[in-house]
Every structure is written in C-alpha cells, then in structure tokens.
T-cell receptor
Framework: EPEVTQTPSHQVTQMGQEVILRCVPI?????FYWYRQILGQKVEFLVS????????KSEIFDDQFSVERPDGSNFTLKIRSTKLEDSAMYFC?????????????FGQGTRLTVV | AQSVTQLGSHVSVSEGALVLLRCNYS??????LFWYVQYPNQGLQLLLK??????LVKGINGFEAEFKKSETSFHLTKPSAHMSDAAEYFC???????????FGTGTRLTIIP
C-alpha cells in the first residue's frame, strides 16, 4: 500500500542551526502539507503546497521556514535557524486533490529536538 | 475561526467495553469532520470522515461517529474495544476538505485486558 515516508524519524540539532526535514509523498499525489505537534499541544497546520508553490500557510510559517519540492519525489521543510520552541513532531501529508472527498495521507513524523 | 476540542487526553477502557472518545467543534459554518488514529511509530491514518449527508458515519476497524449539529459534537464510538485499538486518536475539522485541517490535542486510548 502506498505510504508517505519521512526521514529522519528523530533529529537533534543545536539552536541556531539549519535543519531540513524530508518527506516522500505518495507518487501520484498533487497536494502536500506540513503539520507540527509540540509535545502536549495540538497538531497545527504549517503549510500547503500545490503546483510548485505555497497555496496556504499559517502564522507559524514565518521567514525561518521554507518548503521545496526539489525533484519529482521529495518534499522538504527547511528551518533556517532553529529555536528551542521549534522542538516538535513534524508531520508531512499528501493528497490526490484538495477537495473534501479525498483523503490526506500522513507520514509517521519526524521528532525534532532543538538543544 | 475553527477549533476542535477533545475531552480527555487519556481514556482507558476494558477489552470488550464501549469506546467513547469525545470531540466538539467550533465553527461559524458546518465543517467537515475527521477522526484520525496514530499507532506507535506510524503516521496518522484516517478512520472516518463526515462531509455531507448521513450524520452517522462508519469507518474502519468497527468505529463510527455521529455528527450532531445541535451539540456541535462528533464523538467517536466502538461497541467493543479490542487490544489492537490502543493508539492515539485525533479529531480534526476543515471547511474545504483536506486543504487545511484543524486538529484537537488528541486522546490516548488504553485498553485494559
């Protein structure tokens, strides 16, 4: 069964360092998303991406964040200069379309720890 | 703005007992509603969703949920819990399908043998 895969499963980085979280969406999907969950808090929407551009982003997704689909298979989230408060579980998701009758498939998440 | 509230961050039920996980939503218009499940070391998996039509929605693994507009609720139930149901469950809402999901904080379900 097709699945969304995320690497690494756990990343530890020092404050101020750049980090790239990687995702391989399901191959025929067209919409891509990043969400995050700070420990004990809600899963929060970060950004959606379609047709090689951001279609929507939340207030969290500031200039420190960027997304890219560098090739036909990967979808990455970059945090330029990590802060302690960026420590969270980051989920990638993809869907075939953006309508309500399609399903978003989520990866297993990358746990980012900023020290 | 939408919000989703899940009552109870941890719920424990005995094997064979009724599972009831609560979700209430706040939205200016009737939203689309979802329940996702996360098993250990796995991604979020869609259990069921409500978009329009029948208010009682059946999902995978014997789960169902009922949309009650008057109570702004979308509680998840399963008549008889199984050990394999132990997981974290997330309620979510959207106004335009999957383009932006608003999640609750999640409920960890423990099954007691």
């Amino acid at each position: 069964e097709p699945e969304v895969t995320q690497t690494p499963s756990h990343q530890v980085t020092q404050m101020g360092q750049e980090v790239i979280l990687r995702c391989v969406p399901i191959s025929n999907h067209l919409y891509f998303y990043w969400y995050r969950q700070i420990l004990g808090q809600k899963v929060e929407f970060l950004v959606s991406f379609y047709n090689n551009e951001i279609s929507e982003k939340s207030e969290i997704f500031d200039d420190q964040f960027s997304v890219e689909r560098p090739d036909g298979s990967n979808f990455t989230l970059k945090i330029r200069s990590t802060k302690l408060e960026d420590s969270a579980m980051y989920f990638c998701a993809s869907s075939l379309t953006g309508g309500e009758f399609t399903e978003a498939f989520f990866g297993q998440g990358t746990r980012l720890t900023v020290v | 703005a939408q919000s989703v509230t899940q009552l109870g961050s941890h719920v424990s039920v005995s094997e064979g007992a009724l599972v009831l996980l609560r979700c209430n939503y706040s939205s200016s218009v009737p939203p689309y509603l979802f329940w996702y499940v996360q098993y250990p070391n796995q991604g979020l998996q869609l259990l069921l969703k409500y978009t329009t039509g029948a208010t009682l929605v059946k999902g995978i693994n014997g789960f169902e949920a009922e949309f009650k507009k008057s109570e702004t609720s979308f509680h998840l139930t399963k008549p008889s819990a199984h050990m394999s149901d132990a997981a974290e469950y997330f309620c979510a809402s959207s106004n335009f399908g999957n383009e932006k999901l608003t999640f609750g904080t999640g409920t960890r379900l423990t099954i007691i043998p």
